[in-house]
C-alpha cells in the first residue's frame, strides 16, 4: 500500500540517497528547495561512506532522524552493489523510524537535470558489458509522457552498446544537424564508440551532468511522497534492469562459450 505524509505538515522533510553510480551523494530536501546535498565521487567507497555522509548531512541541517517525512532512493538501473547498498540504508532507516521510502527511477533524475537538452540518450553501466539504455525527445505537452517534458522513444533497455549506437544511428536518420546528446556513466564511452564507427551527432553532455544529482533526486521524491507514491520498507526493492554479472557469466559457462 503506497503512503504519503500527513497533509497538514505544510514543511515535509526528505532525505535523498543516490548509490547507483561512483557517484556516492545524499541530499536533505524540503519544500523551499534543497537544504543540503554532499557528493563523494570515488568508487568501492559507498558501504564505508554512507553512513558518515547522512549523518553529516543532518547535522548539517540540525535535523534529528525522526524529523524526516520520508526516504527518497535512486532506483535504478545502476551498480548492483551500488543498488543494494543504497536500498539497505534507507530501508534501515525506515524500519527503525518507522517512514515510507519513496523510489525514484534513477533515468528520471537524468532527465531532469538534463532537461535543456531536445534529444537525449542515456547510457547507464560504464564497469560492465551490459548497459541499460533510454532515448528520448522533447515534445510539445499533449505528446510528452510527463518527464520533463520528454517523450520517450525507448523504454530503459538492457542492450550492448553497439546495438543502441545502432538504434541511435537510425533514428538520427539523415538529421544528424540534431545532436543526440548523452548522460549516464557511459556516455562518454558512448560518444566515444560512436565516433569510432564514425556516426555523427553524437555528443556527450558536459561532466557534471553524466551521474545523477542527489538533490534533484531529493526534489523529485518530495514531489512522488505528496503525490502518495511513497510505500512501506518492506516493499522497497531495486529496480536492476538487467542480469547480474555473476548470471551472465553463469549462463556463458552453461553454454560453453568462452569469458575472454
Not at 520520508?70 to 539497505?88: E, K
Not at 560504464?126 to 541499460?132: D, E, I, L, Y
Amino acid at each position: 500500500m503506497k503512503q504519503s505524509g500527513d497533509t497538514r505538515n505544510n514543511t515535509p522533510k526528505v532525505l535523498a540517497i543516490e548509490t547507483t553510480t561512483d557517484l556516492l551523494g545524499v541530499a536533505l530536501v524540503e519544500d523551499t528547495g534543497i537544504r543540503c546535498e554532499f557528493k563523494v565521487i570515488e568508487p568501492m567507497i559507498h558501504s564505508k561512506m554512507l553512513v558518515p555522509l547522512c549523518i553529516h548531512a543532518l547535522e548539517t541541517a540540525g535535523w534529528a532522524p525522526q524529523d524526516l517525512d520520508c526516504l527518497a532512493v535512486s532506483a535504478g538501473p545502476g551498480s548492483f552493489t551500488g543498488l543494494r547498498i543504497g536500498f539497505a540504508m534507507a530501508q534501515g532507516l525506515g524500519f527503525a523510524l518507522d517512514k515510507p521510502i519513496v523510489k525514484v527511477p534513477t533515468f528520471q533524475v537524468y532527465l531532469r537535470q538534463c532537461s535543456a537538452y531536445p534529444r537525449l540518450a542515456i547510457v547507464q553501466g560504464r564497469a560492465r558489458s551490459q548497459t541499460v539504455c533510454a532515448l528520448y525527445e522533447h515534445a510539445v505537452p499533449e505528446m510528452s509522457d510527463g518527464e520533463e517534458g520528454f517523450r520517450e522513444i525507448l523504454a530503459p533497455t538492457a542492450v550492448s552498446s553497439k546495438e543502441f549506437l545502432d538504434y541511435v544511428a537510425d533514428y538520427l536518420g539523415d538529421t544528424p544537424s540534431v545532436p543526440v546528446w548523452v548522460t549516464g556513466d557511459a556516455a562518454e564511452q558512448f560518444a566515444k564508440l560512436a565516433l569510432e564507427a564514425e556516426i555523427e551527432g553524437v555528443t556527450a553532455v558536459a561532466p557534471h551532468l553524466r551521474l545523477p544529482a542527489p538533490g534533484l533526486l531529493g526534489l523529485i521524491g518530495l514531489r512522488m511522497f505528496l503525490e502518495g507514491e511513497a510505500v512501506p520498507a518492506a516493499a522497497a526493492l531495486p529496480d536492476y534492469y538487467r542480469k547480474s554479472q555473476a548470471e551472465v557469466v553463469f549462463a556463458r559457462k552453461a553454454k560453453g562459450e568462452r569469458l575472454d
